[in-house]
């Protein structure tokens, strides 16, 4: 199924779709172009806000840029994995039976399909600035990462392999 198809699919139910992807087969490439994936498009949502920066605050444009894409693409997919590492860890004492793969799949793919939301959050601190509406906009969008994450972590630990 075309990414778009699952990312829609995942707003319908969350573990039917990280359940599809771990009967593909753990395959780290896989995992791996979902965070970077993500990554990406974060640091394309935040260039709104980045540009509405520094035309308030006289700044470069391009040195802000730069220091996003660092922490953006570069920094944050490492913190993924490790939340990733500790998010199986706290799964397996609790009972989980599932995969380090099947916790990484479930928390990168929550990321993955919540970037609508990351965008319309982009947009709108770009557009509208700090105030009611970006806060608002970012606990939606946590609130539905946090159900997508979750919800694909309880099927990740559910399987036995």
């Not at 778009?4 to 395959?27: E, F, M, N, Q, W």
């Not at 965008?119 to 539905?144: Q, R």
């Amino acid at each position: 199924m075309p990414l778009t198809s699952d990312i829609v699919a995942t707003y319908r139910g969350p573990g039917r779709v990280v359940r599809r992807l771990l009967d593909l087969g753990p395959r780290e490439d896989r995992a791996l172009m979902f965070v970077m994936a993500f990554c990406v498009v974060a640091f394309i949502a935040q260039l709104p806000s980045l540009a509405r920066r520094a035309h308030i605050e006289g700044l470069e444009l391009d040195m802000l840029m730069g220091g996003a894409l660092m922490g953006t693409v570069i920094i944050l997919p490492l913190f993924f994995y490790l939340l990733a590492f500790v998010s199986y860890g706290a799964a397996r004492l609790v009972g989980g039976q599932g995969t380090s793969y099947g916790a990484r799949l479930a928390l990168f793919w929550a990321l993955l399909s919540s970037t609508p939301l990351v965008l319309l959050n982009g947009l709108v601190g770009g557009f509208i600035g700090s105030g009611p509406a970006l806060t608002l906009v970012g606990i939606v969008w946590f609130a539905v990462f946090l159900w997508f994450w979750l919800a694909g972590l309880s099927q990740a630990q559910r399987r036995q392999e």
